[in-house]
């Protein structure tokens, strides 16, 4: 498939206060990125909490601006935030948040508020509006008599619901979601996953899918990007990932998952959680590695292509190592 979106090196810093006498921390939130999102495909970007994804998902929407590396769309470079070429380009990039409540406006009816792109962007008259937005409730599973409720009045699911027939409005051709469905009543995060996975299939936009959460990931990927402090450590096809995990993180999180009939344990990892304001030296994850040698706390790895589609950044991940099994 085409490229949509390509980011190449980004690097992302910023200067947090800490305390009561605002002692300033530099934090480095992400720290030389590449990827690439193709049309129509998903990308599932996975990581724990402060590993730099949502940081990651605001810069390739261009609502952030990197401090260094590129990002290009649909082979353009991104203009800066709140430009007259940025606003034009929103149309085509929509996103989805954690929370639904805060991303919609309690004085508005759901009606009004899935119409705004569209008087935004200048799409259609009155009546053509009308019709797109029945359409569009309908196309995320409420009726379109919901569409005279205000948020308050719909439940979580309802919400993101809403959340989603706006941001489907304009058609776009890439769509973030960052924790889409972590908010919600565990009950329902399995519809909201589906309703996703179908809606994507059926408009065809290209998914940038943002989750602590490897099973959500997968489930909705085509590729699966695996972060730890501002890094990709392994990328590839999310079944593949899971059943030959080539870096120690990856096969950490996999091993968290439970899974029936195998009988390997769970590898507990030691040490702190990654925390950006104090990035190890060499490879990021060498505190918490289990298998980490010398060469480890000196040298970063590089994120080097593995057979089979794979990247991986671990100085004991041997592409050629894996040149058979692939
Ligand atoms: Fe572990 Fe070293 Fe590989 Fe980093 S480079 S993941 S510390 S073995
Ligand atoms: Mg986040």
Same mark, same amino acid.
């Given at each position: ?17 800490? @305390?009561? =006498?605002? !002692?300033?921390?530099? #934090?480095? *939130?992400?720290?030389?990125?590449? +990827?690439?999102? &193709? ?62 409540? @805060?991303? =919609?406006? !309690?004085?508005?009816? #759901?009606? *009004?508020?899935?119409?705004?792109? +569209?008087?935004? &962007? ?205």
């Amino acid at each position: 498939a085409a490229t949509l979106l390509e980011a190449r090196d980004l690097v992302r810093r910023y200067v947090m206060r800490r @305390g009561l =006498l605002g !002692r300033s921390v530099p #934090v480095t *939130a992400v720290a030389g990125l590449s +990827l690439t999102l &193709h049309r129509g495909r998903t990308l599932g970007l996975v990581g724990e909490s402060g590993c730099g994804k949502s940081t990651t998902g605001r810069m390739v929407l261009g609502l952030e601006m990197p401090d260094a590396g590129s990002v290009a769309f649909e082979g353009r470079p991104m203009p800066p935030p709140g430009t007259a070429a940025w606003r034009a380009l929103r149309a085509r990039m929509q996103m989805v948040f954690q929370d639904p409540l @805060g991303a =919609l406006d !309690r004085r508005m009816t #759901v009606a *009004a508020q899935v119409a705004e792109p +569209l008087d935004i &962007h200048g799409v259609g008259g009155a009546a053509e509006r009308a019709d797109r937005v029945e359409a569009l409730l309908r196309n995320v599973g409420l009726r379109p008599d919901q569409g005279a409720r205000y948020p308050h009045e719909l439940s979580g699911g309802q919400r993101q619901r809403v959340v989603l027939a706006r941001a489907l409005a304009t058609s776009p051709a890439m769509l973030v979601c960052d924790e889409p469905i972590s908010a919600l009543d565990v009950s329902i995060q399995a519809q909201v996953m589906n309703l996703l996975v179908e809606l994507q299939a059926e408009h065809g936009m290209a998914l940038l899918f943002i989750s602590h959460d490897l099973r959500a990931v997968r489930q909705v990927s085509e590729r699966v990007a695996v972060m730890y402090l501002g890094t990709i450590v392994e990328e590839g096809e999310p079944d593949a990932l899971l059943r030959d995990a080539r870096h120690p993180y990856t096969q950490a999180l996999v091993s968290a998952i439970p899974h029936p009939g195998r009988s390997d344990g769970r590898i507990v990892l030691q040490g702190d959680p990654p925390n950006p304001a104090a990035r190890p030296s060499g490879c990021p994850f060498h505190p918490r590695c289990p298998v980490a040698v010398a060469r480890c706390a000196q040298e970063a790895p590089v994120l080097r292509d593995h057979p089979g589609g794979r990247r991986v950044a671990c100085h004991l991940a041997d592409p050629a190592a894996f040149a058979e099994a692939a």
